[in-house]
């Protein structure tokens, strides 16, 4: 009978993996708080027709990518392709939103059916932030601030490069969108195939092709910033100026659209030429149009989202994950002779009870090999307990591989003390 596997693009993520993905939730949760969110958690199914209603039905996300199906009773439902649609469901649901400031943080596994590759998946997760209830240029500073933050505690700022952009208003976006199309449409036939469908769903996601003949043919194209009103050139001002002012570095980018057509005003993208083509690891922007596209009343707000998978490949690839991270233990206990193990379980304990936030792990399954198995689970500190004469528990204590002398039961805590506080 054939092994089942898992299915193409949705992986394991195994126990020599976890601590890592741990390490980075762990920090984006510590930023997070410090800037006042709270976390919300959605469903990861949702009707259809949230999806179709906030990304629209003739994108690639909708007509290609989404895991839709029919339940037992008909209903349509699709597994989440993005955050933000569900985060926007369920504030508005539950009467978080009208005349009221929040912010929120979440994560968790989205779903697309797409070619999966390095850094790319069917089933991704993400962190996303989401802000509601604040239509100045600060609340855009912030979340873009807090972004920069958290490169700097992961030791990413000098890898990564913020692109800034405005789209202005929705009817300035409208009118530029217009021009495009007419523009594009008399040059149709340079346009390279992925260009030519898109002319017809979504012109702005032209901009960002990576096509040479297409791009080169946008260099005569209509400019965005041409079609801007005044208050959307406002708020950009304020908010480079905010940026300027907290140190954070951005380049101006008039070619960086979002794919989803709720955006307008800022948009944004963290990218990185760490991991060979340039690649995007945050981006996000302001939405004040989708409460109301989703049955609310208008409610301004901004976010944006992270691929985690693409974050970890990023620090990976730098070396920049802690040894500790790496570490699942930080001691490993084992006992002299089999008749010591019922008290090595109860010293074990005693062991967790002094020492608070102390990894221990004790050895289980016979006595061969053990120095051996206890250096294969990474644990700097490794404690062999033995027993005297007059059956007072004893030990040797190893650190780093190193054996340190035999040591009567009280010193073996305090030197596990030392070494582990040190």
């Not at 993905?21 to 708080?33: A, D, G, H, P």
């Not at 260099?219 to 002012?245: I, K, N």
């Not at 990894?359 to 033995?386: D, E, M, S």
Request: aromatic letters at 8%; a negative charge.
């Amino acid at each position: 009978m054939a092994k089942i596997k898992a299915i193409r693009g949705m992986n394991d993520i195994l126990p020599d993996q976890t601590p890592v993905w741990q390490y980075l939730e762990r920090t984006v949760k510590n930023v997070l708080s410090a800037y006042g969110y709270s976390e919300v958690r959605m469903p990861v199914v949702e009707q259809t027709s949230l999806f179709k209603r906030s990304i629209g039905e003739v994108t690639d996300i909708v007509e290609k990518e989404m895991y839709t199906f029919d339940d037992r009773n008909g209903e349509s439902l699709t597994l989440r392709p993005e955050g933000t649609a569900s985060c926007v469901r369920a504030a508005e649901e539950h009467g978080l939103l009208f005349n009221q400031m929040q912010r929120f943080w979440y994560q968790g596994p989205m779903f697309r059916y797409e070619r999966p590759q390095k850094g790319r998946y069917r089933q991704f997760h993400q962190v996303g932030v989401e802000t509601f209830g604040m239509p100045n240029a600060d609340i855009d500073a912030e979340v873009i601030m807090l972004s920069a933050r958290l490169w700097k505690q992961l030791g990413l700022l000098d890898s990564v490069t913020l692109q800034l952009n405005t789209l202005g208003s929705n009817e300035a976006r409208a009118d530029y969108k217009q021009a495009l199309v007419e523009y594009l449409s008399a040059r149709k036939d340079q346009l390279d195939e992925d260009s030519q469908r898109r002319l017809e769903t979504n012109p702005l996601r032209i901009l960002d092709s990576k096509d040479q003949n297409t791009q080169a043919l946008l260099d005569d194209a209509p400019v965005l910033t041409d079609y801007l009103d005044e208050e959307s050139r406002q708020h950009f001002s304020e908010l480079t100026q905010m940026l300027d002012d907290a140190g954070v570095q951005y380049e101006i980018n008039p070619r960086l659209v979002r794919g989803l057509d709720y955006y307008c005003k800022t948009v944004f993208e963290w990218v990185t030429d760490k991991l060979g083509a340039q690649g995007t690891v945050c981006a996000g922007g302001r939405y004040d149009g989708l409460v109301k596209q989703l049955g609310g009343r208008p409610t301004p707000a901004v976010g944006f989202a992270m691929g985690v998978e693409r974050l970890i490949l990023l620090l990976e690839t730098l070396d920049l994950i802690p040894q500790a991270v790496k570490q699942p233990f930080d001691l490993y206990l084992a006992a002299e002779h089999k008749g010591l193990q019922s008290k090595v379980v109860l010293y074990a304990d005693r062991l967790r009870d002094r020492f608070e936030g102390l990894r221990v792990q004790i050895h289980c399954g016979g006595q061969k090999n053990i120095r051996q198995k206890a250096q294969q689970t990474g644990a700097p500190i490794v404690l062999l307990l033995k027993e005297t004469d007059n059956q007072e528990l004893c030990g040797t204590v190893w650190y780093n591989g190193e054996p340190i002398f035999d040591l009567e039961e009280g010193q073996v805590q305090d030197k596990i003390a030392s070494i582990w506080q040190a």
